[in-house]
């Protein structure tokens, strides 16, 4: 059976719902023709909307969705990174003009041969498909496939926002009533990010900080992380136990992420006189994980969890470690036999009645 990569799976559960939007539309948009027409005649350059045919544009739309779905979801962003919003409407507009045309220049011959049920050398087929250009259908088609293409724009533009994980948990309902769950938890923070910010300056700071986020995400995505939030330079990462543990996918996430910046270090160099490295701490607990909000609504976690989190990760610079994991988590990873040499002893936590007992990671996989 075929495995897929984290980011394959990823890209897919993203551009499947372009399909999905499309071939809802369609499947609308031919009801409502069915309705419309009745027993009645076709208007000039249409096609009778048969049940086969209903079919068939139902598997053309979800094709046609797809398309745009790998273009937005694949190419997009990473053309229009820098373009302003004025160029990037034009040129979707543009692209999407054509794939309109393509997409009617293929699909219409074969509807209009199976309503005919004839072949594609039929004259009567192609007549039909001259008369349609410019006729009332095809200007219904111009309609109904605008529409799908907004809504499933629209899509795009709040799952990109929201992020695409807490939008179908907002679609499923799955935190519509608060559950209590174990999960992990990564804070991870940019080193020299204040002094770094004051050499910078606001606006080239916040160029540095775009392209940090966009270099580390595939990290995240290929180890099953979630992002909860970006606070400033901060990162906070979150998995469900059991899919965090599973691989050491959130220790290898980590180191994941340190490569993925190495690999890029003269770039960030050049551009701007700093490679960024970061620091973090690892811990696992309950949390109640809910939407919350009268205005905003969001998909939040509450728990000592996180606090104990942050606070593990800001003890990085007094311990001299760029990874601190928690005792709890280096159980259940069952990785404390082979750490024995990164134990670091029992810490108080500010604000903490308990210590907690860390393990300082600086390499990566450990060896006995």
């Known amino acids: 059976m075929l495995k897929l990569s984290p980011k394959t799976r990823w890209n897919l559960s993203r551009i499947l719902p372009f399909g999905v939007i499309w071939a809802v539309m369609g499947a609308v948009f031919m009801l409502s023709d069915v309705l419309a027409i009745g027993g009645g005649e076709v208007p000039e350059g249409g096609i009778y909307p048969t049940f086969q045919l209903f079919i068939f544009a139902i598997f053309a739309t979800f094709v046609g969705g797809i398309v745009v779905g790998i273009f937005e979801v694949i190419y997009g962003n990473r053309l229009f990174q820098k373009a302003s919003l004025l160029m990037t409407i034009l040129f979707k507009f543009l692209l999407y003009l054509v794939f309109f045309f393509v997409l009617v220049a293929v699909v219409y011959p074969i509807a209009a041969r199976i309503e005919s049920k004839s072949s594609f050398s039929d004259p ?11 006729s009332l259908a095809f200007w219904s088609t111009v309609l109904q496939i605008g529409f799908s293409l ?16 807490v939008l179908k948990n907002f679609f499923t309902g799955k935190y519509h009533t608060p559950k209590e769950e174990e999960r992990i938890f990564m804070f991870l ?87 960024p490295g970061f620091k973090a701490g690892l811990h696992m607990g309950t949390v109640t994980t809910g939407e919350v909000g009268a205005l905003k609504k969001e998909i939040v976690y ?25 005792d709890v988590l280096m159980e259940a990873l069952g990785l404390k036999e082979l750490a024995k040499e990164a134990y670091l ?4 936590l500010k604000g903490k009645n308990i210590d907690i007992a860390l393990y300082g990671l600086n390499s990566w996989p450990l060896t006995s």
């Open 124 to 134: 009567a087929v192609w007549r039909k498909f001259n008369v349609f250009w410019g």
């Open 150 to 165: 907004l809504l499933s724009l629209i899509y795009a533009a709040i799952s990109e926002n929201l992020g695409h994980s």
């Open 189 to 275: 923070d940019m080193k020299s990010s204040t002094t770094l910010a004051e050499t910078l300056g606001h606006v080239r700071y916040f160029e540095l900080l775009e392209q940090y986020y966009n270099d580390l995400a595939d990290a995240i995505i290929q180890n099953w992380g979630d992002v909860y939030q970006y606070v400033g330079d901060e990162i906070v990462i979150t998995w469900p136990k059991k899919r965090g543990i599973v691989n050491n996918n959130c220790i290898d996430c980590f180191y994941d992420m340190k490569r993925a910046l190495q690999v890029k270090k003269d770039r960030y160099m050049k551009a701007y006189g700093y490679a």
């Open 302 to 326: 509450t728990g000592d969890v996180l606090n104990t989190t942050a606070r593990i990760q800001s003890l990085c610079n007094e311990t001299g470690k760029e990874l601190l994991v928690s």
């Open 345 to 348: 002893g029992y810490f108080d």
